[in-house]
């Protein structure tokens, strides 16, 4: 048996519902032991964002102007950077993955997916600890960037394992949606779709780790190691990203203008991009410019192609409907949020030349578009996984103090970029020869400092609303 919040509705009123909202996207949420599952994904990727938090505030002082004479900051921006990186993006959206696919999917194999979750926790404890055990060289790769040690390079590796073990559940788990279907198909279509995408990253991982000669020198090592998978990666967020989009714009009453068809046909229009990566390996050597270029061009093309059309009805659906309750405010926030921030940071892509720190603000838009939309849906299924609904200013506010955070963040990077400023430097190695770089840079941490504590928030709020409620006899989902 499943619930759908806001509870359901009588059986007439349900029909009225369909018929003046015929493209309503949202999923039901298992109450049986898939829902215990998927707590402790969230629990998983909550501790995720703390410890990424906390690294990041040594992240953004070694490289804000007036501050960073204070530490050593070359070791520490460079430490601080790999395991800020690897835990917000790589830990938080695997987890969010684990926590969807867990109740996407049937009761069954559910020993898998705890042991999935297992493997995982203890590859992230294993990360976060590296630095203060044996840190090793930082490796500033591109998708995964690592610290070139032994503890950090097996708390990957248990990671990785937990991740495979997750993904081969969903593999052989995968809900079957039919071919009459409504807009709870689709999402599951599109759940279904990221599972495949971050199995593809995985063989692509696989495949570099036993083709690569293990004598080349780190930094290239990693790079070519991490690229193809990394680019794979890309494809698995974006469909968790537009599932959540078409959710969140469904819970707060948008009337959206695609049909669950529709919807579908460009999930597997990205789902068929993801199979230009094992093209790419089976085509040209993993060091060529070829094999580069085909990456970056299947992301372009295949995830772009997607992204618009469905943020173009998520626009247009809350344009034409108004706030339904202030219990939707924080739902509509991050939503809005997410696909400005997105929308940004494709742009600045757009318009990258050389390398500088205009390309981390092309990725900080896109990333943080990605994490705006999962915080959103957090807050859309905290009831359906037994908590309460966010509510207040604090809950409201929490995804537009993050977002103009990390929009001041990634505004202070393009205008810095504009006059050369390197990424993956910090302090004295960046050189800042004018006032108005100084000045970008200063903006970039005033912004990373503001989106730092709207991070926090967000894990002060899901926190809070997880506080076990006062007893009424009655189930209060």
């Known amino acids: 048996m499943s619930t759908l919040w806001p509870p359901a509705i009588d059986p007439a009123s349900a029909r009225d519902h369909l018929a003046a909202s015929p493209c309503h996207y949202a999923l039901p949420v298992p109450t049986d032991a898939r829902r215990t599952l998927a707590r402790g994904w969230l629990w998983l990727g909550l501790i995720a964002l703390i410890g990424s938090g906390l690294f990041s505030i040594l992240l953004v002082l070694s490289r804000t102007p007036g501050l960073n004479g204070l530490f050593p900051v070359a070791e520490f921006f460079r430490v601080a950077l790999v395991v800020h990186v690897d835990l917000s993006v790589l830990v938080w959206f695997i987890a969010l993955a684990g926590l969807l696919w867990s109740l996407n999917g049937p009761v069954r194999g559910l020993f898998f997916g705890w042991l999935a979750l297992a493997l995982c926790a203890a590859g992230m404890v294993l990360m976060s600890l590296a630095p203060f055990i044996d840190s090793g060289q930082a490796v500033m790769a591109n998708y995964i960037p690592m610290l070139d040690s032994a503890t950090f390079t097996v708390g990957l590796l248990v990671f990785a394992a937990g991740a495979t073990v997750l993904v081969l559940r969903g593999l052989f788990a995968a809900p079957k949606i039919g071919v009459a279907f409504d807009g709870s198909g689709a999402l599951r279509f599109g759940l279904n779709a990221s599972v495949v995408a971050t199995a593809v990253a995985l063989l692509a991982f ?8 293990t ?9 070519i190691l991490y690229w193809g998978g990394g680019h794979a990666l890309q494809f698995t967020w974006t469909l968790l990203m537009l599932v959540a989009w078409l959710w969140l714009a469904s819970a707060c009453g948008a009337k959206l203008p695609l049909s669950p068809r529709l ?6 229009l990205t789902l068929v991009s993801v199979f230009v990566t094992p093209y790419a390996y089976l085509a040209h050597d993993l060091s060529s410019v070829e094999h580069r270029s085909l990456h970056t061009w299947a992301m372009r093309v295949g995830g772009g192609l997607a992204i618009l059309p469905i943020a173009l009805a998520v626009a247009l659906g809350l344009r034409q409907t108004t706030l339904r309750s202030v219990e939707h405010a924080p739902l509509r926030n991050a939503l809005i949020a997410s696909m400005a921030l997105f929308a940004l940071g494709g742009l600045i892509g757009v318009f990258i030349a050389g390398s500088n720190v205009r390309i981390p603000a092309h990725y900080h838009g896109c990333i943080v578009g990605v994490t705006l939309a999962l915080m959103g849906l957090v807050y859309r299924l905290l009831p359906g996984l ?3 609904a966010p509510t207040g200013r604090l809950a409201t506010w929490q995804p537009m103090l993050y977002g103009a ?3 001041m963040h990634i505004l202070g990077l393009v205008w810095s970029g504009g006059y050369g400023v390197q990424r993956k430097v910090a302090g004295a190695e960046q050189v800042l020869k004018s006032g108005a770089e100084v000045a970008g840079m200063g903006l ?3 912004g990373g400092l503001i989106a730092i504590v709207g991070g926090l928030l967000f894990v002060v709020v899901v926190i809070g609303a997880m506080r076990p409620r006062p007893s009424t006899g009655a189930d209060e989902r």
């Open 263 to 268: 919807t579908l046909g460009l999930f597997a």
């Open 386 to 388: 037994g908590y309460r």
């Open 444 to 446: 970039m941490g005033l």
């Open 405 to 407: 955070g990390q929009l």
């Open 215 to 223: 004598n080349l020198e780190a930094k290239v090592y990693y790079e």
């Open 206 to 213: 696989a495949w570099a780790y036993a083709v690569l000669p």
